[in-house]
T-cell receptor, first 111, second 113 residues
Framework: GQQLNQSPQSMFIQEGEDVSMNCTSS?????WLWYKQEPGEGPVLLIA?????ELTSNGRLTAQFGITRKDSFLNISASIPSDVGIYFC???????????FGTGTSLTVIP | EPEVTQTPSHQVTQMGQEVILRCVPI?????FYWYRQILGQKVEFLVS????????KSEIFDDQFSVERPDGSNFTLKIRSTKLEDSAMYFC???????????FGPGTRLTVL
């Protein structure tokens, strides 16, 4: 199946710092979704992207659909303690018909 | 805000037993999905369901698995004869359109002893 690699694998940052993470694939994707998951809960949709180059914001979160269609980026500005969780990218490849999830980026915010 | 709901939140079963996991998708959604997440790992696609039939399934979704929409609101995942390696969180998700936003339920933690 498709592999979506996320980096970094984990981040420890101070409250107030900005965060950047990315998700890359070896093939072209048509859709990118970003989710946040907290322990014992289901993934919560943050941002959906459907077009190459698309830049979409949701509050302090901004995500971009890479122009090569093989990657996507998520930025969080001015992080706060409740940003703690695991962030997953998910996408549908242009030759596929299911969502593949990335390996996740674990974010820890130190107050 | 409408939500996907799942029951039970935790299911413990003996190896070889059948389990049925239940989901109520968001009411105006047409596409339904089951995913699995083994502890500490990524979310894995199992199956998608549309118009009362399976539209896609992964290699994980073997003959031991089945899905059903028995009425207008419930969407179920049945594992016929559970194995130890079926222990995982099982998430139901639903969406309005194919390959579009999917909204996840809180999950059912399945423990097979």
């Amino acid at each position: 199946g498709q592999q979506l690699n996320q980096s970094p694998q984990s981040m420890f940052i101070q409250e107030g710092e900005d965060v950047s993470m990315n998700c890359t694939s070896s093939s072209i994707f048509n859709t990118w979704l970003w989710y946040k998951q907290e322990p014992g809960e289901g993934p919560v949709l943050l941002i959906a992207l459907y077009k190459a180059g698309e830049l979409t914001s949701n509050g302090r979160l901004t995500a971009q659909f890479g122009i090569t269609r093989k990657d996507s980026f998520l930025n969080i500005s001015a992080s706060i303690p409740s940003d703690v969780g695991i962030y997953f990218c998910a996408g549908v490849p242009n030759t596929g018909n299911q969502f593949y999830f990335g390996t996740g980026t674990s974010l820890t915010v130190i107050p | 805000e409408p939500e996907v709901t799942q029951t039970p939140s935790h299911q413990v079963t003996q190896m070889g037993q059948e389990v049925i996991l239940r989901c109520v998708p968001i009411s105006n959604h047409l596409y339904f999905y089951w995913y699995r997440q083994i502890l500490g790992q990524k979310v894995e696609f199992l199956v998608s369901f549309y118009n009362n039939e399976i539209s896609e399934k992964s290699e994980i979704f073997d003959d031991q698995f089945s899905v059903e929409r028995p009425d207008g609101s419930n969407f179920t995942l049945k594992i016929r004869s559970t194995k130890l390696e079926d222990s995982a969180m099982y998430f139901c998700a639903s969406g309005k359109e194919l390959y579009n936003e999917q909204f996840f339920g809180p999950g059912t933690r399945l423990t097979v002893l």
